[in-house]
């Protein structure tokens, strides 16, 4: 039973860290997975419609149009069949630069009936007739129209002033996004200050409790079974309440983290929106002309380009020039396209560096494609590990009820953990991780000084011994557990909740010990009763004694 405890709460601490890491994960690249490529619900007055030209019904088209946009390959593929390449054929190459041709009927067809597998969504949609006329009806109701500037919501607001402030200390300090965020995280941890040195003081008053809760635990040592567990539970709560303890009064600042986290991520990963004050469309646009196909119009990024945001498009701007975005003028994903490009050689001289010598953090780490950036992982991993093992000194520990449980534990979410953030260096740009690291030393420096500044009572063995004094006579007042007289302690507390207040039901088997205890106490004083009547006896009875010898004179 010990040892299946032992494993379940391992796999739950194991599974709970993989959970947690990978929503924050998940989450960053959520939150940089936007793109521009849909207009939203297709409307039947918005698509241009001429009898003498298209072959589909309004009806149709809409329903072609809302299949084409449902899904991001559909419509780049859709797109580069207008510009006349089949992107299903087999081994097509999706790296060569492509000028753009005639519409292909065919390529266009193709992709209809390789993404529509299993022949529902356009059942009602005749499409082998389909004409460029159609095609062109479908590609502009999908364009975007993008603006410059967009009324932002509250949320949107708070993250819009944070990216200014960060785009100040940035131009403030030289100009270089690294160093403005390392400025950045050090003003919010002196912001975060108060909540840490409240966080500090919790853990004192638990590492002052703890010799009163290892008292606790000892004396129900050797006992483990279920209901044993659950009132050494109870007591240790009782514990907390009486001295106006409130275990999760520490949380508050891990809880404030990830948001703070988050905000920061969306910040970092995204400039142009926020640090440089532009629209959402106008960021999603951006990302959607560099990660599209180049048979589609596009630049041919990354796949995993809209989960990084435009902080990759800039740092290509800056070490490249903004001419490599020219072709933005006539991507038929976007209306006003050459508009665009013009906000975008407005602002070149805005955008902050984002290298340190030859390196450019912009950029994210790749597995199959080898270079210095593969130290910041590296970087990470080492810094991850350190600092949890070295944070751990700094900090209360809670007290475990297996020291060997805990040890394993702790061993396994020490790789663990800074393995999953490895993963993770791997899907963000470097910035990103940059400040994961910058974040981690900080955060393990200002453990020490609070450790140093507001230390941690250490917990003795006399310490110990002395709570134990301190229970034992705070309940001094109940009566002696005096029926069991084998010496030995029950190994299953069933009846435990009446430990403490009331005597204990007396076993059926301990009624005779008890009765032969109570018999010569209850019968001594009858037998010396009739010891004392003995010497009368005789006396009384003595005239009888003489007539038993009237047989002497008969004879």
């Known amino acids: 039973m010990k040892k299946l405890n032992t494993i379940k709460a391992l796999g739950v601490r194991l599974v709970l860290a993989l959970l947690l890491l990978a929503t924050i994960g998940s989450l960053l690249c959520a939150c940089g997975a936007k793109t521009a490529s849909t207009a939203g619900s297709v409307s039947i007055s918005d698509i241009a419609f001429d009898e003498t030209?298209?072959?589909?019904?309004?009806?149709?088209?809409?329903?072609?149009a809302e299949?084409?946009?449902?899904?991001?390959?559909?419509?780049?593929?859709?797109?580069?069949?207008?510009?006349?390449?089949?992107?299903?054929?087999?081994?097509?190459?999706?790296?060569?630069?492509?000028?753009?041709?005639?519409?292909?009927?065919?390529?266009?067809?193709?992709?209809?009936?390789?993404?529509?597998?299993?022949?529902?969504?356009?059942?009602?949609?005749?499409?082998?007739?389909?004409?460029?006329?159609?095609?062109e009806s479908v590609i502009d109701v999908l364009k975007t129209d993008v603006e410059r500037e967009t009324k932002r919501g509250l949320f949107e607001a708070i993250q819009y002033w944070i990216g200014v402030a960060?785009?100040?200390?940035?131009?403030?300090?030289?100009?270089?996004?690294?160093?403005?965020?390392?400025?950045?995280?050090?003003?919010?941890?002196?912001?975060?200050?108060?909540?840490?040195?409240?966080?500090?003081?919790?853990?004192i008053k638990q590492a002052s409790l703890r010799p009163m809760e290892m008292a606790i635990r000892r004396k129900y040592a050797g006992r483990n079974d279920q209901p044993t567990q659950q009132k050494i539970t109870q007591e240790i709560q009782e514990l907390y309440q009486r001295e106006n303890f409130n275990p999760m009064g520490g949380c508050l600042p891990m809880l404030l983290q990830l948001p703070i986290i988050l905000i920061l991520y969306n910040i970092v990963i995204d400039p142009i929106r926020y640090t440089l004050g532009l629209s959402a469309k106008f960021s999603?646009?951006?990302?959607?002309?560099?990660?599209?196909?180049?048979?589609?119009g596009g630049l041919g990024g990354a796949v995993a380009a809209q989960q990084r945001g435009t902080i990759e498009i800039l740092s290509h701007i800056k070490d490249e020039g903004v001419e490599m975005f020219e072709g933005l003028k006539d991507f038929l994903f976007i209306e006003n396209g050459a508009e665009c490009y013009e906000w975008l050689v407005?602002?070149?001289?805005?955008?902050?560096?984002?290298?340190?010598?030859?390196?450019?953090?912009?950029?994210?780490?790749?597995?199959?494609?080898?270079?210095?950036?593969?130290?910041?992982?590296?970087?990470?991993?080492?810094?991850?590990?350190?600092?949890?093992?070295?944070?751990?000194?700094?900090?209360?520990?809670?007290t475990a009820a297996n020291d060997q449980q805990m040890g394993c534990s702790n061993n396994i979410m020490d790789f663990t953990m800074p393995l999953m953030s490895v993963y993770i260096s791997f899907i963000v740009p470097a910035t990103i991780s940059v400040y994961w690291i910058f974040k981690s030393l900080l955060g393990t420096l200002k453990q020490f000084i609070l450790s140093r500044v507001m230390p941690l009572p250490v917990c003795t063995e006399e310490d110990i011994k002395a709570a134990e004094k301190k229970l034992k006579g705070?309940?001094?007042?109940?009566?002696?557990?005096?029926?069991?007289?084998?010496?030995?302690?029950?190994?299953?507390?069933?009846?435990?909740?009446?430990?403490?207040?009331?005597?204990?039901?007396?076993?059926?088997?301990?009624?005779?010990?008890?009765?032969?205890?109570?018999?010569?106490?209850?019968?001594?004083?009858?037998?010396?009763?009739?010891?004392?009547?003995?010497?009368?006896?005789?006396?009384?009875?003595?005239?009888?004694?003489?007539?038993?010898?009237?047989?002497?004179?008969?004879?």
């Open 284 to 296: 999603s646009a951006l990302t959607s002309y560099y990660a599209a196909a180049k048979a589609a």
């Open 166 to 203: 960060l785009g100040a200390v940035t131009k403030a300090f030289g100009g270089n996004y690294l160093v403005g965020i390392c400025i950045f995280a050090i003003l919010f941890e002196l912001l975060l200050l108060p909540l840490s040195i409240k966080q500090q003081k919790n853990s």
């Open 346 to 398: 407005e602002i070149q001289s805005k955008i902050p560096s984002f290298s340190l010598g030859r390196l450019n953090f912009g950029l994210t780490p790749e597995f199959t494609k080898f270079n210095w950036l593969w130290l910041i992982p590296i970087i990470t991993f080492a810094v991850y590990f350190a600092s949890m093992k070295i944070s751990r000194k700094f900090t209360y520990q809670a």
């Open 53 to 64: 030209k298209n072959s589909l019904s309004k009806e149709e088209m809409k329903t072609l």
């Open 474 to 555: 705070k309940k001094s007042h109940a009566p002696a557990r005096t029926a069991n007289t084998s010496g030995k302690k029950p190994r299953s507390l069933h009846h435990i909740d009446d430990d403490d207040e009331l005597p204990p039901p007396t076993p059926k088997n301990a009624k005779k010990p008890e009765a032969k205890a109570e018999e010569p106490k209850v019968e001594e004083p009858k037998a010396e009763e009739t010891q004392a009547e003995e010497p009368e006896t005789p006396i009384e009875k003595a005239p009888l004694k003489d007539d038993s010898d009237k047989p002497t004179k008969n004879d």
């Open 67 to 135: 299949f084409i946009v449902s899904s991001s390959e559909t419509y780049v593929a859709f797109v580069a069949a207008y510009r006349g390449y089949d992107m299903t054929e087999k081994d097509f190459d999706l790296t060569v630069d492509r000028p753009q041709l005639e519409p292909s009927l065919d390529a266009a067809k193709n992709v209809l009936k390789t993404y529509d597998k299993n022949g529902k969504k356009l059942a009602d949609v005749d499409y082998s007739e389909l004409t460029v006329a159609d095609m």
